[in-house]
C-alpha cells in the first residue's frame, strides 16, 4: 500500500511567510510520526537559500490524517539548514522552554478573498457593503457569506484531530475566525498552522484565496483581523491571586516591543486605538476591557482569580510559534 505524505513548511518571504508544501509517498507507511523520513527541498526557490548551496531540510514535528484522501496525511515540518542546526527562518525553534505548563488559546482571524472579484465574498463590485454590525455571528445570505467554505474547513480539521474549538461569523463581510486550544507552545503553534493550511486549500475548492493581513481595508471604519492569544500557566490557573496576574500584566508593559517584533506585520494599522484596540506603542490591561492591551476575562475573576489573559494584540498575519515564545519569556521574567 502506498501512502500520501504532505510536508508543510513555512518560507522565507518577509515581512509575513507563506505556507509551502510538497508530497511524498512512501510504501507501507505505519501513519506514525516517528517513522516520517527527514527531507530537503531547494530553498533557493523560497528565499531561504542561495543557488549555489541551495538544500534545506525539511524535519518532521507533527503528523495528522489528512481527511478527504484515501491513505494520506499531513506532515508539519520545521526547516534546518544542511547541518541540522535551525534555519533562521524557523520560528518554532525559538520555543526554548516547552511543556504541558503552559496552555494556549490562539483566536484566529481572516477575511475570504474572492480571486475574481479580488474582494471578500458580499462585497458589491466597485464599492462597499453595509457598515459593520451585522455580520457578527450572523445568518443568512444577506450576512453571513463563504459559510460553506467555512464550515467545510471545520469538518476538516475536526476530522483530522486538530482541536479547533469554534468558529464565528466576525464584524467585517467575508470575514471569519476559528479557535484553536492546545497544551504546550510547540503544540498549539502546530495546531494553528496545520489548520491555516487546510484552510487554505479548502479555500481553493471555492475560488477563494486566505487574507491575513491585519488591517486590509484601512480607509473603512471597521475592526482589522488578529489571533487573539490566550494564556496560562500553572500559576495562572492555581494561585487564586490577584497578585499574580497584575505582575504578569506589568511585565508584559515593560516589553513592548519584544511582543510587538513577533506580532505581525503592518500591525500598525490596526493597534490605532480605535475599533477596541490599544494603539501600538502603549499599554494597558483591564477586566473585559477588549479595548485594552491585555484582557482580564471576567471568567478569570469570579473563578477566584484563576484562569487566563488575553493577550488582544496579536494580528491575525502572525507566528504563533513566535508569539508563544514571547509570551512564555515575560510571563516566567513576571513570576520568577
Known amino acids: 500500500?502506498?501512502?500520501?505524505?504532505?510536508?508543510?513548511?513555512?518560507?522565507?518571504?518577509?515581512?509575513?511567510?507563506?505556507?509551502?508544501?510538497?508530497?511524498?509517498?512512501?510504501?507501507?507507511?505505519s501513519g506514525e510520526l516517528k517513522d516520517c523520513p527527514m527531507w530537503s527541498f531547494d530553498g533557493s526557490s523560497t528565499q531561504q537559500a542561495t543557488g549555489d548551496s541551495s538544500d534545506c531540510l525539511l524535519k518532521p514535528v507533527a503528523i495528522i490524517p489528512d481527511e478527504g484522501r484515501d491513505d494520506a496525511f499531513l506532515v508539519m515540518t520545521e526547516v534546518l539548514n544542511a547541518d541540522g542546526s535551525p534555519h533562521a527562518t524557523n520560528g518554532?525553534?525559538?520555543?526554548?522552554?516547552?511543556?504541558?505548563?503552559?496552555?494556549?488559546?490562539?483566536?484566529?482571524?481572516?477575511?475570504?478573498?474572492d480571486t475574481k472579484t479580488n474582494l471578500p465574498p458580499g462585497f458589491p463590485a466597485g464599492g462597499y457593503p453595509a457598515p459593520?454590525?451585522?455580520?457578527?455571528?450572523?445568518?443568512?445570505?444577506?450576512?453571513?457569506?463563504?459559510?460553506?467554505?467555512?464550515?467545510?474547513?471545520?469538518?476538516?480539521?475536526?476530522?483530522?484531530?486538530l482541536n479547533v474549538e469554534g468558529i464565528n461569523a466576525e464584524v467585517?463581510?467575508?470575514?471569519?475566525?476559528?479557535?484553536?486550544?492546545?497544551?504546550?507552545?510547540?503544540?498549539?503553534?502546530?495546531?494553528?498552522?496545520?489548520a491555516r493550511y487546510i484552510l487554505e486549500r479548502t479555500g481553493e475548492d471555492y475560488g477563494y484565496a486566505i487574507n491575513y493581513h491585519p488591517k486590509p481595508f484601512g480607509e473603512l471604519d471597521w475592526n482589522g483581523s488578529g489571533m487573539h492569544a490566550n494564556f496560562s500557566n500553572g500559576p495562572m490557573r492555581e494561585s487564586?491571586?490577584?497578585?499574580?496576574?497584575?505582575?504578569?500584566?506589568?511585565?508584559?508593559?515593560?516589553?513592548?516591543?519584544?511582543?510587538i517584533s513577533v506580532y505581525g506585520a503592518d500591525n500598525h494599522k490596526r493597534l490605532?486605538?480605535?475599533?477596541?484596540?490599544?494603539?501600538?506603542?502603549?499599554?494597558?490591561?483591564?477586566?473585559?476591557?477588549?479595548?485594552?492591551?491585555?484582557?482580564?476575562?471576567?471568567?478569570?475573576?469570579?473563578?477566584?482569580?484563576?484562569?487566563?489573559l488575553e493577550d488582544r494584540r496579536t494580528a491575525s498575519n502572525a507566528d504563533p510559534y513566535k508569539v508563544a515564545a514571547a509570551i512564555i519569556k515575560t510571563t516566567k521574567e513576571a513570576l520568577k
Open 272 to 308: 490605532t486605538g480605535l475599533h477596541e484596540t490599544q494603539s501600538i506603542d502603549k499599554f494597558s490591561y483591564g477586566v473585559s476591557d477588549r479595548g485594552a492591551s491585555i484582557r482580564i476575562p471576567v471568567g478569570t475573576v469570579t473563578d477566584g482569580w484563576k484562569g487566563r
Open 240 to 259: 487564586g491571586k490577584e497578585e499574580t496576574f497584575t505582575k504578569i500584566c506589568e511585565e508584559f508593559g515593560k516589553n513592548i516591543e519584544r511582543h
Open 92 to 113: 518554532r525553534a525559538t520555543i526554548d522552554d516547552d511543556d504541558d505548563d503552559f496552555w494556549f488559546g490562539f483566536e484566529q482571524e481572516y477575511y475570504l478573498w
Open 132 to 161: 459593520q454590525g451585522p455580520y457578527y455571528c450572523s445568518v443568512g445570505a444577506q450576512n453571513a457569506h463563504g459559510r460553506n467554505c467555512v464550515e467545510d474547513h471545520l469538518d476538516l480539521c475536526l476530522a483530522s484531530g
Open 1 to 29: 500500500m502506498k501512502s500520501k505524505l504532505e510536508y508543510i513548511w513555512l518560507d522565507g518571504f518577509e515581512p509575513t511567510q507563506s505556507l509551502r508544501s510538497k508530497t511524498q509517498v512512501l510504501s507501507n507507511f
Open 172 to 194: 467585517g463581510a467575508g470575514q471569519w475566525e476559528f479557535q484553536v486550544f492546545a497544551k504546550g507552545a510547540k503544540k498549539a503553534g502546530d495546531e494553528t498552522w496545520l
